[in-house]
C-alpha cells in the first residue's frame, strides 16, 4: 500500500535574492505513467530512463505488478519492466491503491476495463473527492461494469469484459484522461476503438502506442475536429523510452525566475510537446524573457533547454482555448500574474474545480491573504498585478493536500515582502519530490 501525507509539514518562503543556475527536472509524470502501463503490456523487456519517482508514478508502478508485471528499479530514474502482454493482466490480489494520482486512477480503470479480472481502486482523501464519471461512462458502453462510491467517486470497484465492445466515442469534455482510458481499453478489444476530440489535448499516449508498434492513426476533419482510431487485439513490442523533463515542473523555476529581480535560471531537458506548452507561449506573450536552446526529439517528444531572465510582465486575457495545453500549469501562472503590470483574465477553467483540489477557489483565497488583487468567477480568475513590486506576504495559505498550490505559494515566497507559510508541503512529493532541493540550490548559487 501507498502510504500518503502521514505527517503534516509546513513550509515557509520568503525571497533569499535572485535565482541562478542550471537544473534538470525530473521526467514528466504523463509520459511516465504511460512508460511503466505500456511496458507493463508489452511482451518482453523494456528500459525506461529518466522515470519520475514520485508517489503517482510510484502508484502506478505498484498497480502494474499487483497484475502481474515484473518492474525493477536499476538505478537513479531508470527502471526495467518485463511486460505479460496486451490481454495477460492478472487479477490482483488486493486493493489498487492509488494514491494521490487521478491519472493512474482513470487511465488503469481503462486498462482493467477489456481484462478478464475485478479491480478494486483506493485513494487518498483528496482522490476520493475526486469524479470518475467521465471515465466510467464510456468504459460502461464498452461492457464494462462499476460499482462507485456515491457521487462516482473512489472506493470504485471495475469488473473487466472479455470480449468487450469497441466504440466510437466522442469526448464531451477535453480530457487526456478520458481519451487515454478509452484508447488503453481498445486495446485487448477486436476492432476498431475511435476517440472522436473535438479540442485537442495531451497526445502522449498516441505517440507512445505508436512507438510500441500499436496500429494507431489520427485524422482531423474539415471542422478540425481528431479522430483517433486504435486497431484492437495489438501486440506491443518492448521499448527504451528516455522520459524527457517536466513541462509542468519546469514552469514553477521559469515563473520564480521571472518574477524575482535578477534571476537567470536554465532547465535542461524539457518537454516540449505542443499539446502541453501553453503556459510558455502564455508568459512569452506577457513579455516573458525565454529563450530556447539545443532543441531536439527524444522518443518521438520535442525537448529543449529553457532560460528565463526576469522580466516586467504585462497582464493579458488569456484565450479559453488555450487552457488545455496549459491546464496544470494555472495555479503558478496566477503566480506570475499577480505580479504583472495591469490585469489578467482566465475564463473556461471549470476543470480546474475537480483537480486534486478546488484551484481556482483554493490560489484565489491564498493570493489574497497575501495581498493580491483577485476576483473569483465561476470559470476563472481577475488578478491585478502589482507591477512588479514584491506582494504583502506574512499569512498561512492551504495547499489542501494539493502539490501545485503548495508549489505556487513557494514560488511566490521568492518575491514577497514578509515570509509566506504553506500549512502542508508534504503533497508536493507526489509529483516532484527533488522541487525545494533545486529551489535552494538556484538561492544558493547567488554572488
Known amino acids: 500500500m501507498v ?83 496486451v490481454g495477460g493482466l492478472m487479477q490482483p490480489s488486493g486493493a489498487l491503491d492509488m494514491g494521490n494520482s487521478g491519472t493512474s486512477t482513470r487511465l488503469l480503470m481503462g486498462l482493467v476495463a477489456s481484462h478478464r479480472l475485478t479491480a478494486t481502486f483506493i485513494g487518498d482523501a483528496s482522490l ?9 461512462d464510456p468504459l460502461s458502453l464498452m461492457g464494462a461494469e462499476f460499482t ?20 466510437s466515442y466522442r469526448l464531451p469534455v477535453a480530457s487526456a484522461q478520458v481519451k487515454s482510458a478509452v484508447l488503453l481499453a481498445g486495446l485487448n478489444i477486436a476492432g476498431i476503438t475511435e476517440v472522436i476530440e473535438p479540442v485537442p489535448t495531451r497526445d502522449h499516449s498516441e505517440r ?49 525566475a521571472l518574477i524575482t529581480p535578477g534571476s537567470e535560471v536554465t532547465v535542461t531537458h524539457v518537454g516540449m510537446n505542443p499539446t502541453r506548452t501553453g503556459i510558455y507561449q502564455i508568459l512569452q506573450a506577457m513579455g516573458a524573457d525565454l529563450t530556447y536552446a539545443n532543441q531536439r526529439e527524444v522518443g518521438g517528444e520535442p525537448v529543449s533547454d529553457i532560460t528565463a531572465r526576469h522580466s516586467i510582465l504585462r497582464g493579458i486575457e488569456v484565450p479559453p482555448d488555450v487552457a488545455p495545453s ?12 499577480s505580479i504583472a503590470q495591469g490585469r489578467t483574465t482566465t475564463s473556461g477553467l471549470d476543470e480546474l474545480r475537480v483537480k486534486e483540489s478546488d484551484r481556482l477557489a483554493l490560489m484565489a483565497a ?21 507591477g512588479g513590486e514584491p506582494l504583502e506576504g506574512g499569512a498561512t495559505v492551504s495547499s489542501a493536500l494539493d502539490h501545485r498550490i503548495a508549489m505556487s505559494f513557494a514560488v511566490v515566497g521568492q518575491h514577497i515582502y514578509h515570509p509566506v507559510t504553506v500549512d502542508d508541503v508534504s503533497p508536493i512529493a507526489t509529483s516532484f519530490p527533488t522541487f525545494e532541493a533545486i529551489l535552494n540550490k538556484l538561492q544558493a548559487q547567488n554572488d
Open 3 to 85: 502510504t500518503q501525507h502521514s505527517q503534516t509539514r509546513p513550509g515557509r518562503f520568503q525571497p533569499q535574492g535572485p535565482l541562478r543556475g542550471t537544473v534538470k527536472v525530473p521526467g514528466d509524470k504523463s509520459i511516465s505513467h504511460r512508460a511503466l502501463m505500456l511496458s507493463a503490456l508489452a511482451i518482453g523487456e523494456s528500459r525506461i530512463s529518466g522515470l519520475l519517482e514520485g508517489e503517482d508514478v510510484l502508484a502506478t508502478a505498484a498497480a502494474m505488478r499487483a497484475m502481474g508485471a515484473h518492474i525493477e528499479r536499476t538505478g537513479d530514474g531508470d527502471w526495467t519492466v518485463h511486460g505479460v502482454g
Open 128 to 136: 476520493s473527492k475526486r469524479p470518475m464519471g467521465r471515465v466510467i
Open 148 to 167: 462507485a462510491s456515491p457521487g462516482g467517486t473512489l472506493p470504485l470497484m471495475v469488473r473487466g469484459l472479455v470480449p468487450a465492445v469497441p466504440i
Open 208 to 256: 507512445m502506442l505508436r512507438g510500441f508498434g500499436a496500429d494507431l492513426t489520427v485524422e482531423v476533419d474539415a471542422e478540425n475536429v481528431r479522430h483517433i482510431r486504435l486497431m484492437g487485439e495489438a501486440e506491443l513490442k518492448p521499448q527504451e523510452i528516455e522520459v524527457p523533463g517536466d513541462p509542468s515542473s519546469a514552469a514553477f523555476f521559469i515563473v520564480a
Open 326 to 337: 496549459m491546464i496544470d500549469e494555472f495555479p503558478v501562472f496566477f503566480v506570475a500574474a
Open 366 to 386: 491564498g493570493l489574497k491573504a497575501i495581498g493580491a488583487q483577485v476576483e473569483e468567477r465561476e470559470g476563472g480568475l481577475i488578478i491585478e498585478g502589482t
